[in-house]
């Protein structure tokens, strides 16, 4: 059984910075295609990044494209999320997910959930 954890989320200033990371146990991440999801209570879970197992290919939703970068060590079995000019809007719970096959960010196509980490940008 896989199981992530997040970790990094915090309440930071419009502007700032955070990262985020994701360390997966039960199995090697490298079998794995990751992904950061979000949400906001009231609304649907926003597809946020992904990667492909090799740490090639990341995809990213079009909110956070050009703010927002994916990596992954596998070697570590450990993902992240490094978020930079956060917004207000960028509130959300952070969710990691994991999935055997490419989910094209779709929350439904997800095998795995971690339980969340909150991120608050907030002046």
């Known amino acids: 059984q896989v199981q992530l954890v997040e970790a990094g989320g915090a309440t930071v200033q419009p502007g700032g910075s955070l990262n985020l990371s994701c360390v997966v146990s039960?199995?090697?991440?490298?079998?794995?295609?990751m992904y950061w999801f979000r949400q906001v209570p009231g609304k649907e879970r926003e597809g946020v990044a992904g990667?492909?197992?090799?740490?090639?290919?990341?995809a990213y939703g079009d909110s956070v494209r050009g703010r927002f970068r994916i990596s992954r060590d596998n070697a570590k079995n450990i993902v992240y999320l490094q978020m930079n000019s956060l917004k207000p809007e960028d509130t959300a719970m952070y969710y990691c997910?994991?999935?055997?096959?490419?989910?094209?960010?779709?929350?439904?196509?997800?095998?795995?959930w971690g339980k969340g980490t909150q991120v608050t940008i907030s002046s």
């Open positions: 990667i492909l197992s090799s740490g090639l290919g990341p």
């Open positions: 039960g199995d090697p991440s490298s079998r794995y295609y």
């Open positions: 997910a994991a999935a055997r096959t490419w989910g094209r960010l779709v929350p439904e196509r997800m095998d795995y």
